[in-house]
């Protein structure tokens, strides 16, 4: 069994920044891609960032040059560095891991999700 577990969500005035990280526990082989995705109410859920294991990194175009995400392989775990924080990054964000390989599957696992409020 595989779990995502993320913490670093909270309140920041507009401007501030935030890290979340996300930690996969269990009998793991490798994660193919791992990512943050977001959802404000009353919208669907949208992708903010995605790396893979090699290191390459897409972003949604309304974060790009503000966040960064990064990745630490030997933990299987995922960071997302948010700077000049908007009030339209206001959502919860959900961990993701693709690809994941344990002994006997392959499959996605998502994380419960941490809530992110902008606001002053």
């Known amino acids: 069994q595989v779990q995502l577990v993320e913490s670093g969500g909270g309140l920041v005035q507009p401007g501030g920044s935030l890290v979340l990280s996300c930690a996969a526990s269990g009998t793991i082989i490798s994660i193919s891609a791992m990512g943050w995705y977001r959802q404000a109410p009353g919208k669907q859920r949208e992708l903010v960032a995605l790396i893979i294991s090699g290191g390459s990194a897409n972003y949604a175009d309304s974060v790009k040059g503000r966040f960064t995400i990064s990745r630490d392989n030997a933990k299987n775990t995922v960071y997302l560095h948010m700077n000049s924080l908007k009030v339209e990054d206001t959502a919860v964000y959900y961990c993701?891991?693709?690809?994941?390989?344990?002994?006997?599957?392959?499959?996605?696992?998502w994380g419960q999700g941490t809530q992110v409020t902008v606001s002053s």
């Open positions: 993701n891991a693709d690809r994941v390989r344990t002994v006997g599957s392959v499959r996605m696992y």
